[in-house]
């Protein structure tokens, strides 16, 4: 079956550093989004990826579809302890009927003032 | 603009009792999603809706049934809670297709069977 691996599982940072966080697939997908999870709320969209090899960026957040279609990263830069939460990938097909996302397992971000 | 509510916020079962899980949305969105969280396992899809009287099976439908009588509400029923069931439930919500990014998630349901 399909494999998506999320990593890392967590980081605990300095307020200022900046965060790097990736996702693998074991398929192809057209389409890469990151969700963020604040405590004690649902995800929430924040960066969208359509096209293989794209760079979008969000403020301090950048991310990219990589070119095989199989994985994509997520960096933050100088964080800020607002920044604290869990972050998702969620790779999917673009135009399938039923519009189904799959989520990573998701990493965990501590921002230490 | 209330966009998805669910309801109850928290619960506390005792196993063998049942419950339904509420979500309503205000969006007029086509489809809708049931997804549990746990710990180190990231959202799993338990059952969605591509549309009112619509249901079908995600990832890890058993123990669950689903209903969607009316285009704003999709109902998650667990009829005989196991510990298993403990965890966070979380509805979302979408347009349609084209609009793949446009996932509304409600605040979750954080269910404890005991």
């Known amino acids: 079956g399909q494999q998506l691996n999320q990593s890392p599982q967590s980081m605990f940072i300095q307020e200022g550093e900046d965060v790097s966080m990736n996702c693998t697939s074991s398929?192809?997908?057209?389409?890469w989004l990151w969700y963020k999870q604040d405590p004690g709320e649902g995800p929430v969209l924040l960066i969208a990826?359509?096209?293989?090899?794209e760079l979008t960026s969000n403020g301090r957040l950048t991310a990219q579809f990589g070119i095989t279609r199989k994985d994509s990263f997520l960096n933050i830069s100088a964080s800020i302890p607002s920044d604290v939460g869990i972050y998702f990938c969620?790779?999917?097909?673009?135009?399938?009927?039923?519009?189904?996302?799959?989520f990573g397992t998701g990493t965990l971000l501590a921002v230490q003032p | 603009n209330a966009g998805v509510t669910q309801t109850p916020k928290f619960r506390v079962l005792k196993t063998g009792q049942s419950m339904t899980l509420l979500c309503a949305q205000d969006?007029?969105?086509?489809?809708m999603y049931w997804y549990r969280q746990d710990p180190g396992m990231g959202l799993r899809l338990i059952h969605y809706?591509?549309?009112?009287?619509?249901?079908a099976k995600g990832e890890v439908p058993d123990g669950y049934n689903v209903s969607r009588l009316k285009k704003q509400n999709f109902l998650l029923g667990l009829e005989s809670a196991a510990p298993s069931q403990t965890s966070v439930y979380f509805c979302?919500?979408?347009?349609?297709?084209?609009?793949?990014?446009?996932?509304?998630f409600g605040s979750g349901t954080r269910l404890t069977v005991v």
């Open positions: 969620a790779p999917a097909n673009y135009g399938g009927a039923t519009n189904k996302l799959i």
């Open positions: 990826l359509y096209k293989a090899g």
């Open positions: 809706s591509v549309g009112e009287g619509t249901t």
């Open positions: 398929s192809i997908f057209n389409t």
């Open positions: 969006m007029n969105h086509e489809y």
């Open positions: 979302a919500s979408s347009r349609t297709a084209d609009t793949l990014g446009g996932y509304t």
